[in-house]
């Protein structure tokens, strides 16, 4: 019988030590907690953006340049369990039209034809469930924990990554 009580004392206990891990919230984050408070503010370029005379059509365009690809990142957010608002930019899609890798940025057009913004406003995300490609006009929030850790790709440098444990549509609330 000893063993027994014993073993449900242990059993609660882990329990409560283990449930905050289970019901931690993730930090909701703001796109300008991603720049450190000492960085120095953006120089505009005055280098033109596109060599305009590839211009033809702006489906088969090159992708304008990023302005800061080496952008000062928050430390601190490293390992942060964190939701983040922002729109999907598609690095990799699959067979069935999901997006498994991609940037999240936080305007719509970063990347494509627009100045990508600075590395420490963009994330690479990766995620098994993907989102549909017919559905990246909208906005979502990505839950996961954030990695401090710089990523290139064709479009731009991310100075964040993150594994999507959630991604939600965005909705503004009422």
């Not at 100045?115 to 906005?139: A, C, F, M, R, W």
């Not at 929030?141 to 990695?147: D, E, K, L, N, S």
């Amino acid at each position: 019988m000893k063993r027994s009580a014993i073993s449900r004392v242990v059993l609660a206990l882990l329990l409560l030590v283990a449930t905050p891990l289970w019901a931690a919230d993730p930090k909701e984050l703001t796109w300008s907690e991603m720049i450190p408070p000492d960085a120095p503010p953006e120089a505009p370029d005055m280098t033109p953006l596109h060599d305009l005379s590839q211009i033809g059509d702006m489906e088969t365009a090159p992708a304008a340049r990023q302005n800061l690809p080496n952008a000062p990142v928050v430390a601190a957010l490293d390992g942060q369990l964190i939701r983040l608002p922002g729109y999907i930019v598609p690095l990799e899609v699959s067979e069935d039209g999901r997006t498994t890798d991609f940037l999240l940025v936080p305007y719509f057009g970063a990347c494509i034809h627009v100045p990508p913004p600075p590395s420490n406003q963009i994330v690479h995300v990766t995620s098994k469930e993907g989102v549909k490609l017919d559905e990246l006009y909208q906005p979502y929030w990505i839950v996961g924990a954030m990695q401090v850790k710089a990523s290139t790709s064709e479009l731009a440098d991310a100075g964040y990554q993150m594994d999507a444990q959630k991604i939600v549509v965005y909705e503004l609330p009422e």
